[in-house]
């Protein structure tokens, strides 16, 4: 059995706002293999963006430990991190967050140039993600000449160029039309099929639904982590 | 170096998408770098003029001014006393002890008022012996300077400067030949100089020169001198000839203590080097006020650089989540401050240029430009861009991701 690619242990994050302490994640445990596709549902104020900050190494935890892909992330420098999520981690957000004014090109280029990679590579690696999304033809649009649904696929392109261990994704329907989020969960799941392992945050079941496993957070603790018996399944040609 | 070429080529790109913020950053440092290369230029250039000036009077030149008359408590003006005689002059002329000095010319000299038909104006008289036209270089445009003959004479003959032409023969005619009356005595031209510049007091052209013995005897009455004039062999016997001609005084004066000393001998390069410091402290004056509008360039660039880190918040948090390292986000920001204050020290020195050439223009003064400024000013230009953007560029750097990444 390989070892897991995500292994959280006793993760804890209190905030302190004066005297006032909130406990955002409070002693979870779990692991994630190779090739899941987990979604973490709970309401907001649940801590489930807190435990995504986490998992993401954009945020350390007060105690526990968090080893990604046999890194141990929890005692990791700001640059050591930063390395961490350039390439262990793709990263899918709710407002996409692409840079305005750039071409869709340049935009899923960005990682590779803080990794380093020479420039034909990058626009051959780009070009063949943007092509997997189906935006070959929009390749120099810029960000505000595209959908929020294209802007989404190319942020999943982007999130694809390093070959990361984890895809993580912070409600990524969440600001797309629904007959788009059927597209993007398409995208998932083919790109979940080639093996990559997939986190993905929501507070909608539907969305939920397309994945393998449901993990259910309130006030910070699991309350639930189970397989799904009733995976929406998209057909992929 | 490709790294660095891309930061470059990006950081341009997001300059040039707010131009008019971008040239109003840009133009604190034009106008900073301009003004400190335009006075800059302008100091020296004045600096220059005044030199020239000052070397047009006559080179290897020794000035001997009777000090001031103490009667008891009282000091009276330098140059009021009366102890400078023509017995002195020619002492200093044929005594052996003197071996460095080529020319002695004895000087008396006052404002008069100088009529010529119904014209007149006022001037300065000088009683001059031949040698005057050559320790003070006195060149000759029509007639002849006063000579021994003139003088030994007594003659009632005149040259007069160009300004004093202009004042009382404003027709234009030719004036030698023509006669001028001071002190209801009439003078008969005999020649013009050559124009030397200068103005208001100083100015060198507003002279009328007398034969020496005609002065003292029939105009002023007296018979000690304004002043000596003395020409040095060679530039570097100055000190040499300063010191003989001060101890043979001294003794002729039957002093022994040269701090009680009835004259002062001035030297050319005295008066050089106290109107070079004089115009040099005003060149470091005006260039401290260049530089302090340079600051408020640079702060204003700082404060420029401070509100696009806010604005663009989301995007580094983005870029951090992305990978980007502390070190890349620093350079991305100090780049674009750079760029910034580079294009505007360059914009400025040409400006500062185009300044002193159109001073040097409108005023025909001397156009010169200090290649050291431009160098300075090239480099103190990217140092403000890394100091000043340095603290914007930290303050990116530093910024928490997640923090970031919410900003709305």
Same mark, same amino acid.
């Given at each position: 059995?390989?070892?897991?690619?995500?292994?959280?242990?006793?993760?804890?994050?209190?905030?302190?706002?004066?005297?006032?302490?909130?406990?955002?994640?409070?002693?979870?445990?779990?692991?994630?293999?190779?090739?899941?596709?987990?979604?973490?549902?709970?309401?907001?104020?649940?801590?489930?963006?807190?435990?995504?900050?986490?998992?993401?190494?954009?945020?350390?935890?007060?105690?526990?430990?968090?080893?990604?892909?046999?890194?141990?992330?929890?005692?990791?420098?700001?640059?050591?991190?930063?390395?961490?999520?350039?390439?262990?981690?793709?990263?899918?957000?709710?407002?996409?967050?692409?840079?305005?004014?750039?071409?869709?090109?340049?935009?899923?280029?960005?990682?590779?140039?803080?990794?380093?990679?020479?420039?034909?590579?990058?626009?051959?690696?780009?070009?063949?993600?943007?092509?997997?999304?189906?935006?070959?033809?929009?390749?120099?649009?810029?960000?505000?000449?595209?959908?929020?649904?294209?802007?989404?696929?190319?942020?999943?392109?982007?999130?694809?160029?390093?070959?990361?261990?984890?895809?993580?994704?912070?409600?990524?329907?969440?600001?797309?039309?629904?007959?788009?989020?059927?597209?993007?969960?398409?995208?998932?799941?083919?790109?979940?099929?080639?093996?990559?392992?997939?986190?993905?945050?929501?507070?909608?079941?539907?969305?939920?639904?397309?994945?393998?496993?449901?993990?259910?957070?309130?006030?910070?603790?699991?309350?639930?982590?189970?397989?799904?018996?009733?995976?929406?399944?998209?057909?992929?040609? | 170096?490709?790294?660095?070429?891309?930061?470059?080529?990006?950081?341009?790109?997001?300059?040039?998408?707010? %131009?008019?913020?971008?040239?109003?950053?840009?133009?604190?440092?034009?106008?900073?770098?301009?003004?400190?290369?335009?006075?800059?230029?302008?100091?020296?250039?004045?600096?220059?003029?005044?030199?020239?000036?000052?070397?047009?009077?006559?080179?290897?030149?020794?000035?001997?001014?009777?000090?001031?008359?103490?009667?008891?408590?009282?000091?009276?003006?330098?140059?009021?006393?009366?102890?400078?005689?023509?017995?002195?002059?020619?002492?200093? +002329?044929?005594?052996?002890?003197?071996?460095?000095?080529?020319?002695?010319?004895?000087?008396?000299?006052?404002?008069?008022?100088?009529?010529? $038909?119904?014209?007149?104006?006022?001037? +300065?008289?000088?009683?001059?012996?031949?040698?005057?036209?050559?320790?003070?270089?006195?060149?000759?445009?029509?007639?002849?300077?006063?000579?021994?003959?003139?003088?030994?004479?007594?003659?009632?003959?005149?040259?007069?400067?160009?300004?004093?032409?202009?004042?009382?023969?404003?027709? $234009?005619?030719?004036?030698?030949?023509?006669?001028?009356?001071?002190?209801?005595?009439?003078?008969?031209?005999?020649?013009?100089?050559?124009?030397?510049?200068?103005? $208001?007091?100083?100015?060198?052209?507003?002279?009328?020169?007398?034969?020496?013995?005609?002065?003292?005897?029939?105009?002023?009455? +007296?018979?000690?001198?304004?002043?000596?004039?003395?020409?040095?062999?060679?530039?570097?016997?100055?000190?040499?000839?300063?010191?003989?001609?001060?101890?043979?005084?001294?003794?002729?004066?039957?002093?022994?203590?040269?701090?009680?000393?009835?004259?002062?001998?001035?030297?050319?390069?005295?008066?050089?080097?106290?109107?070079?410091?004089?115009?040099?402290?005003?060149?470091?004056?005006?260039?401290?006020?260049?530089?302090?509008?340079?600051?408020?360039?640079?702060?204003?660039?700082?404060?420029?650089?401070?509100?696009?880190?806010?604005?663009?918040? %989301?995007?580094?948090?983005?870029?951090?989540?992305?990978?980007?390292?502390?070190?890349?986000?620093?350079?991305?920001?100090?780049?674009?401050?750079?760029?910034?204050?580079?294009?505007?020290?360059?914009?400025?020195?040409?400006?500062?240029?185009?300044?002193?050439?159109?001073?040097?223009?409108?005023?025909?003064?001397?156009?010169?430009?200090?290649?050291?400024?431009?160098?300075?000013?090239?480099?103190?230009?990217?140092?403000?861009?890394?100091?000043?953007?340095?603290?914007?560029?930290?303050?990116?750097?530093?910024?928490?991701?997640?923090?970031?990444?919410?900003?709305?």
């Amino acid at each position: 059995m390989p070892t897991p690619i995500i292994q959280v242990s006793h993760l804890k994050k209190i905030y302190q706002t004066g005297t006032l302490e909130t406990v955002a994640v409070d002693n979870i445990s779990f692991n994630i293999k190779q090739g899941e596709f987990v979604a973490i549902m709970g309401p907001s104020g649940s801590g489930k963006s807190t435990l995504m900050h986490i998992l993401g190494a954009l945020d350390k935890p007060t105690s526990g430990s968090y080893v990604l892909d046999d890194k141990n992330v929890e005692k990791l420098t700001d640059d050591q991190l930063a390395d961490i999520r350039n390439r262990k981690i793709g990263f899918i957000f709710q407002a996409f967050n692409l840079l305005p004014r750039t071409s869709a090109l340049k935009n899923v280029m960005l990682p590779m140039r803080y990794a380093g990679i020479p420039m034909e590579e990058r626009i051959k690696t780009a070009t063949k993600y943007l092509e997997m999304v189906g935006l070959g033809d929009r390749m120099d649009h810029t960000s505000n000449q595209l959908s929020g649904g294209q802007q989404q696929r190319v942020a999943i392109a982007r999130a694809l160029t390093m070959n990361p261990a984890l895809l993580l994704a912070d409600e990524p329907t969440g600001n797309i039309a629904t007959t788009q989020a059927a597209e993007v969960m398409k995208i998932f799941q083919t790109i979940n099929n080639q093996g990559h392992t997939i986190v993905m945050i929501t507070h909608e079941p539907d969305i939920a639904s397309y994945a393998k496993r449901i993990i259910n957070i309130r006030d910070g603790k699991i309350i639930s982590d189970k397989t799904n018996g009733h995976q929406i399944k998209i057909k992929t040609k | 170096m490709k790294e660095f070429l891309e930061i470059f080529v990006e950081s341009l790109g997001t300059l040039t998408l707010n %131009r008019m913020r971008t040239g109003l950053a840009t133009l604190g440092i034009v106008i900073g770098i301009g003004s400190v290369i335009a006075l800059i230029s302008l100091g020296q250039a004045s600096q220059q003029v005044i030199q020239n000036q000052i070397q047009a009077l006559g080179a290897n030149l020794l000035t001997v001014q009777p000090g001031s008359q103490s009667s008891g408590a009282v000091r009276g003006a330098a140059g009021g006393a009366t102890t400078l005689t023509n017995e002195d002059a020619t002492a200093i +002329q044929t005594d052996p002890t003197i071996t460095t000095i080529s020319d002695v010319s004895p000087e008396v000299e006052k404002r008069v008022q100088a009529t010529a $038909g119904r014209n007149n104006s006022n001037i +300065q008289v000088t009683g001059a012996t031949s040698a005057y036209a050559s320790v003070h270089k006195i060149t000759i445009s029509s007639g002849t300077f006063i000579t021994d003959l003139n003088n030994n004479g007594m003659q009632k003959v005149i040259v007069l400067g160009p300004t004093v032409v202009s004042n009382l023969f404003p027709d $234009g005619s030719d004036p030698v030949g023509q006669s001028v009356r001071i002190n209801n005595i009439s003078f008969r031209i005999i020649g013009v100089t050559v124009s030397k510049g200068g103005t $208001g007091f100083a100015n060198q052209d507003n002279i009328a020169y007398i034969p020496l013995q005609t002065a003292q005897k029939q105009v002023f009455g +007296q018979t000690y001198l304004s002043s000596i004039a003395l020409e040095a062999k060679s530039a570097d016997q100055m000190v040499t000839a300063e010191n003989q001609v001060g101890y043979l005084l001294l003794a002729r004066h039957k002093l022994s203590d040269p701090t009680q000393a009835d004259f002062t001998i001035f030297s050319q390069s005295d008066i050089l080097s106290t109107a070079t410091a004089a115009t040099g402290t005003f060149t470091t004056l005006l260039s401290g006020i260049a530089a302090i509008s340079l600051l408020v360039g640079g702060i204003g660039i700082m404060n420029i650089m401070l509100v696009t880190v806010t604005e663009r918040t %989301r995007e580094i948090g983005l870029r951090k989540a992305l990978g980007a390292k502390k070190k890349t986000i620093i350079s991305q920001f100090l780049t674009e401050s750079i760029i910034l204050t580079f294009a505007g020290g360059l914009i400025g020195i040409i400006v500062g240029i185009i300044f002193s050439y159109a001073y040097s223009y409108f005023t025909s003064s001397l156009f010169v430009i200090s290649y050291t400024a431009v160098l300075l000013a090239f480099v103190v230009s990217a140092g403000i861009g890394v100091l000043f953007g340095w603290y914007p560029a930290s303050r990116a750097a530093n910024l928490e991701p997640i923090e970031a990444l919410r900003y709305e």
